[in-house]
């Protein structure tokens, strides 16, 4: 099995499960105890509720006092989401930790994660833009705007899945070799964001 394929359904399911619901505050019941599919699940649940996160800032009259709340929940769900996109890029270190890269191997321009961390994002925009392209009380035009962007998407995805799996193929057979960056992000670190560092310190 290629691993797009793996993901696809998980995704799928993640999606699908908090729809049922359809509330942020719904807490997540992953069906995998641990590996890569519960990873995998948790990806997906995580960019799901950020995506309604994102939703709800942008209604225009939301109170100002719970706008600043649902911004640092999203400031909290970019850094969750960060940090589980490396731990699926140290399985796959693991995974290929003994693969020899050809002499002339290169470098790929965005890691394995990051690649189905677009998947997984995707996956997002697939199931929204399908709602909309099926809502009864929207217009024609909006209706035929949707089902053609929702083929552009389906086939964003097809493209996407192959450049996955050649990419793991290619990592496989020593034709890539990948490195994996931390995303170091300062603003989160209180020795590295002025405001933080110098209010603990005042």
């Known amino acids: 099995m290629k691993f797009t394929e793996l993901c696809q359904p998980i995704f799928e399911a993640a999606i699908n499960d908090y729809h049922k619901t359809d ?3 719904t807490p997540i019941h992953n069906p995998y105890a641990s590996g890569i599919q519960h990873d995998l699940y948790l990806k997906a649940w995580i960019d799901t509720v950020q995506w309604h996160f994102e939703d709800i800032i942008r209604d225009p009259d939301i109170d100002p006092s719970a706008a600043l709340i ?3 929940r999203i400031d909290k769900s970019n850094q969750d989401r960060t ?4 731990r699926i890029d140290s399985y796959f270190l693991t995974l290929y930790k003994n693969v020899k890269p050809n002499a ?6 965005e890691s394995p994660a990051w690649a189905i961390d677009r998947l997984s994002i995707l996956a997002l925009k697939i199931y929204h833009m ?11 035009d909006h209706i035929e705007r949707c089902q053609t962007k929702l083929k552009v998407l389906l086939e964003q995805q097809k493209d996407l899945s192959t ?4 990419l793991l193929e290619d990592i496989e057979t020593g034709h890539k070799y990948m490195k994996v960056y931390k995303q170091m992000k300062m603003y989160n670190d ?6 933080l560092y ?5």
Do not use: F, G, Y
């Not at 110098?198 to 005042?202: G, V």
């Open 83 to 86: 940090d589980l996109v490396e």
């Open 198 to 202: 110098n209010k603990k310190n005042s």
């Open 23 to 25: 509330c942020v505050d």
């Open 190 to 195: 209180t020795d590295t964001n002025p405001i």
């Open 163 to 166: 450049a996955i799996d050649t």
């Open 104 to 109: 002339d191997a290169t470098i790929n321009t």
């Open 70 to 72: 649902l911004k640092r």
């Open 130 to 140: 399908k709602e909309q392209s099926e809502r009864v009380n929207a217009s024609s």
